[in-house]
């Protein structure tokens, strides 16, 4: 059962955004799924968008993983085709991942290779740091699957960039009802963090 939330919560709007990648380095590997799930804080959804990447250097890196193959991706567009879209859905919205300083390292570089600016920078919460800060002591388990089992989230499949930001999404109202919060400044810093600022990207090719 979910907690009340304070109205300016439970009417702000989140782009939950999840990255599916070639490897762990944003300067090495490459993304080859986003997805991004627009939603209420009460949980109700929005819209929901997804693109498979075709990623530049032809590596998918570990399959086992995301289950991505070159087969899959070899015909999706590149980043640069798909950025402009995604900028859009992130745009004026607060954007949220669980895990931000990987997901947000990403897209800060596949944006920069891009080209692409947004209009102002967006306010990042981290569903990881939030929910760890509710837990100081770390007696539990922060991961994304173990979240949704406490949270009775459904998660179709793990390390799916929209079945991961679906799950992402429904277990982000429970947290913010866990907070307290009744507005964001209200949330911990430690889920506010800055991470990666558009304005210091690389501007690189590729």
């Not at 799924?33 to 627009?38: L, R, S």
């Not at 567009?77 to 895990?99: D, F, I, M, T």
């Not at 931000?100 to 800060?108: E, G, I, K, N, R």
């Not at 944006?111 to 939030?130: D, I, M, N, Q, S």
Request: net charge neutral; aromatic share 4%.
């Amino acid at each position: 059962m979910l907690a009340p939330l304070a109205d300016a919560l439970a009417h702000q709007r989140f782009a939950v955004v999840d990255v599916e990648t070639s490897g762990l380095s944003p300067a090495r590997h490459r993304i080859l799924q986003v997805a991004v799930v627009e939603v209420r804080g009460d949980g109700t959804v929005v819209d929901e968008w997804t693109s498979l990447v075709r990623p530049s250097l032809w590596r998918v890196g570990p399959r086992h993983i995301h289950g991505l193959t070159v087969r899959r991706v070899w015909r999706a567009p590149k980043l640069a085709a798909v950025a402009p879209e995604l900028l859009a859905r992130l745009g004026g919205r607060v954007v949220v991942a669980h895990n931000m300083a990987f997901d947000w390292a990403f897209l800060d570089a596949g944006f920069g290779r891009a080209g692409l600016r947004p209009h102002a920078e967006p306010v990042r919460l981290c569903t990881l740091e939030l929910s760890r800060s509710l837990d100081p002591d770390r007696v539990v388990s922060h991961r994304l699957a173990d979240l949704c089992a406490r949270y009775d989230v459904t998660l179709e499949r793990a390390h799916d960039a929209l079945a991961d930001a679906r799950a992402t999404a429904q277990v982000l109202p429970h947290l913010l009802a866990a907070s307290g919060a009744e507005a964001l400044d209200q949330l911990p810093p430690a889920a506010l963090g800055e991470g990666t600022s558009w304005a210091s990207r690389r501007q690189t090719t590729g």
